[in-house]
């Protein structure tokens, strides 16, 4: 079975451009979830879907971040504009709602914002 | 509101010998606990979970935890480590019904000395 699929896995964009990091849960899985993981800041959620629906997006830093999740079957995390301090490494999680709050990882995107 | 503790940011160990890395949870019922593991450049595997029953459960690659609800504690424990288990070690916590989010703990980085 694939794994949670994110794209791309390396992103390195200039202050100021707008960033699409795009994640394609496990098929079947209906909860997915966006983290951000910085060597200061550990591993932070920032938002989650239960069957495409934003639950909590608490952790989402500011305006400039958005998430969507038009469909069972993709996500997106935009960053609009983007600055230095958003360089981090994303991850998605999906999980299964009846399969007992476990989640799978996707490799994450490493992104750098120059 | 729920939270997780892993006291020791760094451990090093030499290879052979066992381990053990410390998770305290703090949650109102009953929880559903969780160890990761995430090697560099990678996103996190999940290694074991309790969800009820036997309070010692094995999980991948020889990894085995106690849930201790006097202690609200969740340690993982190998009885011989190998260099290849060098890697970033996170505790979970969640409640007992999916549609949550799970807390993750600041995470344990381990090193293996040959």
């Known amino acids: 079975d694939a794994g949670v699929i994110q794209s791309p896995r390396h992103e390195v964009t200039e202050m100021g451009q707008e960033v699409t990091l795009r994640c394609k849960p496990i098929?079947?899985?209906?909860?997915l979830f966006w983290y951000r993981q910085t060597m200061m800041r550990g591993l932070e959620l920032l938002i989650y879907f239960n069957n495409n629906v934003p639950i909590d997006d608490s952790g989402m830093p500011e305006d400039r971040f958005s998430a969507k999740m038009p469909n069972a079957s993709f996500s997106t995390l935009k960053i609009q504009p983007s600055e230095p301090r958003d360089s981090a490494v994303y991850f998605c999680a999906s999980r299964r709602l009846a399969g007992g709050n476990e989640q799978f990882f996707g490799p994450g995107t490493r992104l750098t914002v120059l | 509101a729920q939270s997780v503790t892993q006291p020791d940011i760094h451990i090093t160990v030499s290879e052979g010998a066992s381990l053990e890395l410390r998770c305290n949870y703090s949650?109102?019922?009953?929880?559903?606990l969780f160890w990761y593991v995430q090697s560099p450049g990678q996103g996190l595997q999940l290694l074991l979970k309790y969800f009820s029953g036997d309070t010692l459960v094995q999980g991948i690659k020889g990894f085995e935890a106690e849930f201790k609800r006097s202690q609200s504690s969740f340690n993982l424990r190998k009885p011989s480590v190998h260099w290849s288990d060098a890697a970033e070690y996170f505790c979970?916590?969640?409640?007992?019904?999916?549609?949550?989010?799970?807390?993750f703990g600041g995470g344990t980085r381990l090193m293996v000395k040959p």
């Open positions: 979970a916590v969640g409640p007992n019904n999916a549609g949550n989010m799970l807390t």
């Open positions: 098929s079947g899985h209906n909860s």
């Open positions: 949650y109102g019922a009953t929880p559903y």
